[in-house]
């Protein structure tokens, strides 16, 4: 079993920035497909970003231009840079990995294993 944990979340003021963390134990992020979720407060749990097998990277369309995906090999980890957070940001961000991905990169039923979350919070 993949074990995953996320930590970085935190209370984030409009504007600002902050870096997620997804780390996994007792295996590597090489050769699966790693992405970010959230989901916010009486909403369904949305794509965010994905970096594939291939190091080919995904955005949704609202974090665009703001979030980056990272994936460093040597620490086990994959990084999710959010800049420009906006109030719409806030929710509790999952790390989810798979090694084979049957269906779409974007739908959460694509993958395997998944983090506790993180939450976080961004106000006005």
């Known amino acids: 079993q993949v074990q995953l944990v996320e930590s970085g979340g935190g209370l984030v003021q409009a504007g600002g920035s902050l870096r997620l963390s997804c780390s996994t134990s007792?295996?590597?992020?090489?050769?699966?497909?790693t992405a970010w979720f959230r989901q916010a407060p009486g909403k369904e749990r949305d794509f965010v970003a994905s970096?594939?097998?291939?190091?080919?990277?995904y955005y949704s369309d609202s974090v665009k231009g703001r979030f980056t995906i990272a994936r460093d090999s040597a620490k086990n980890q994959v990084y999710l840079q959010m800049n420009s957070l906006k109030p719409e940001d806030t929710a509790v961000y999952y790390c989810a990995t798979s090694l084979a991905i049957g269906g779409s990169y974007s739908s959460s039923r694509s993958y395997a294993y998944w983090g506790p979350g993180t939450q976080v919070t961004i106000s006005s």
């Open positions: 007792g295996r590597t992020f090489s050769g699966y497909t």
């Open positions: 970096t594939m097998r291939s190091g080919t990277t």
